[in-house]
């Protein structure tokens, strides 16, 4: 049983495949005991050692001065109540104070999982087990449910809350988190996937955690490309395979704390939820609200294990089985037209798809209302009728006519000023009317936490896409949420709006999948601006970056891969110019994920074409290995000249090499001249499909030379061995 229950020293047992998560009842309070490998010990500490004394540190009872809730390792603190520390649930109550104090009331051991209302969470299968705990706090008259849910394959354990008022007054939660762990120590380093647009989640710093707080949040009404809500809290001397590694994740695309706090005892708080600065909800009597799923791996050999754990959790958790279905190569018009694209164009483009061996066309913006620049035209979806004279179905058909499925690009959340949208219904956008509202990309956003406007997100897409044969939708979203006000919200309500928005953003997703269940749905955020676990529960994979360059995208999938998997990381090829090195080094990076195009091939010589059309079919031999093989790093872009990794599944091996001339080097050069497949099977025989090489496993565990590369004037060059066990 992965969750267990000793009631004579009221100790909780959480068990993984490989980890084992403890902690017990103390006078009311929920203590941690442990978290790390199966084989280690559960340790009392504090609790009832009377002599641990802190001064200054309150305690509740005259007589238990060392029980206090400022140096006890806490499964979740409270704010005001004794502990001085960063604290995961603050709620304002009837009496205007935000003292909150909640004691253990009851338990229970659920088959499956608790589901959170409109907000994507982990699947559950026929192992997944959940501890439900009570817990009261009588002055607010709230009740508080604390969740674990163990996925037991994949070592993975998540946490969430609900909030039950029952005070019959309204109570207000300030600051929400939904993981809360106290580590013994402070002896690590923090990870964080930091970025920009077009540079996304960059895996090249450690952070020393100290006794202060670091926070590492979005405040964008999106997970955003500037901070992903992964993290990793690590043993200072980890690395790829050795040490203890935590790694965090949050199951949602709003905003988002992540906090880390080395304390005066020598512990180190770690917390991820919904935070304060961009959440705080008015919590009415009798109404229940739930804190999004955080998640949580450890790993007791490194980061690889960490970053395969996740992609286990991720692949066969969160992506929607219907995704696991071959992908499709793609042919995106985005690159090759901008906003340029009509009728022709777009059936000339799919049939040279089509040509090259691909199964889809996208057609990317452009193609509704006034949207020929970016200036106009979002929010208004009908079809452009001067483009696309006879209506979307009869061109959509004539796309189908040349072998190829077809795929259409959306921004469901957005509103140009210059919109009959906009026009007709201002009151729509996000805005506080007092103010003026900020531009960016020139558009607003639209208050999803009105169901007016979902409902008319509905009806519109309703109507256009009725009897149209769409197979794939792109849904972006290109700016971030400013002036967060609501309409449609009471002033009381105003705290919540995020929250709302995105309950109303995954209700959309939800009526794409239900209205349209052959269809798969493809994320994209200014590319990787939504690269988070929530988004890929509802999608079937996200667009990584809008920087399709070879170079730079090494970096961003290198890093992502971090915590995603590479069955979701989509990856186009764009445009080589004719050079047939570029083309080969795009490919070579493009594989990493699931391999698309995105440049005018109508204008690209034939040798391009033909060399693209080899490289469909050569994909075609290996997908599977990427989508759902294991991954092992080998080395780092940032740290060599070489970034290199493997990936397994079964007989066949990927193994990838990309020199990158030290540009992307950061801090001391480590040199890779060998790449070392530690998993292969020493007694077996490999072929090289690419070059009918064959290797011995033997050799290939103790490391195969790269030879030489072959750099092109900016010094990258790449090389790929597809072996197959003989
Ligand atoms: C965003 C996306 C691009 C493209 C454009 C269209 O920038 O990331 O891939 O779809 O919007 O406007």
Partial sequence: MPISFTRENSLFRLTTKNTLYAFDIV??????????????????????????????????KEGEVYFSLDTQPLEYSC?????????????????????????????????????????????ADERTQTLDITLRDTASGCELHLYYTVFYDCDVISRYASVTNKSGGDVVIE???????DLPGHNYDVVSLAGAHCFERVFNERTPVFRGNLSMCSRRGASSHQMNPFMAVCDRKADEN????????????GSFLNEVEGDQTGKTRVQVGLGEENFNYRLKDGETVFAPEAVMTYSAKGFGPMSRNFHHFTNDHIVPEKAKERRPVVLNSWEAFYFDIDENIMVDFAAAAAECGMDMVIMDDGWFGARVNDKAGLGDWYVNKNRFKEGLAPYVERVKNTGVKFGIWVEPEMANPDSDLFRAHPEWCIRCPERP???????????????????????????????????????????????????????????????????????????????????????????????????MAVCSQIWTSDNTNARTRTLIQYSSMLAYPASVMSCHVSNPHGNMHELDLKYKVAVNG??????????TPEEVKEEIRRQVKEYRTFDRVITDGEYYRLSSPYESD?????????????????????????????????????????????????????????????????GEFAPDESGWDAKLWHFVKE
């Fill in 242 to 253: 050795h040490g203890d590694v935590y790694g965090f994740n949050f199951v949602y695309s």
């Fill in 27 to 60: 006078k009311g309070k929920l203590i941690h005991r442990y978290y790390g490998k199966k084989a280690g010990a559960v340790v009392k500490t504090f609790a009832d050692e009377p002599g641990d004394v802190w001064s200054f540190a309150p305690y509740a």
């Fill in 175 to 181: 600051k929400w988190m939904s993981l809360a762990l």
């Fill in 79 to 123: 704010f005001g109540s004794g502990d001085f520390r960063t604290t995961a649930l603050r709620i304002k109550n009837g009496a205007g104070n935000s003292v909150t104090g909640f004691d253990y009331v009851s338990h229970k051991i659920r088959k499956g999982r608790v589901e959170i209302p409109n907000i994507p969470c982990g699947r």
């Fill in 594 to 603: 699931v391999l698309g195009y995105e440049f005018n091939v109508l204008k």
């Fill in 437 to 535: 509202m900020s531009y960016s990309r020139s558009q607003y956003v639209l208050d999803m936490a009105n169901p007016e406007v979902i409902e008319y997100l509905k009806g519109m897409f309703e109507e256009t896409f009725r009897g149209v044969p769409i197979d794939y939708f792109k849904w972006d979203m290109n700016r971030h949420i400013s002036e967060p006000g609501s309409m449609y919200l009471g002033a009381e309500d105003q705290g919540s709006m995020e929250y709302r928005y995105m309950q109303g953003v995954y209700s959309l997703f939800k009526w794409f999948r239900e209205t349209y269940p052959d269809a798969m749905i493809e994320n994209c955020s200014g590319g990787g601006g939504r690269y988070d676990l929530a988004m």
């Fill in 642 to 706: 070489v970034s290199a990794y493997y990936i397994e599944l079964g007989d066949q091996i990927l193994l990838s090499a990309i020199h990158t001339n030290g540009k992307a080097v950061i801090g001391k050069k480590k040199p890779c001249t060998k790449l070392a497949v530690r998993t292969a099977d020493a007694n077996a025989t490999y072929r090289d499909t690419r070059t009918g090489m064959t290797v011995t496993g033997e050799q290939l565990k103790k490391g195969i030379e790269i």
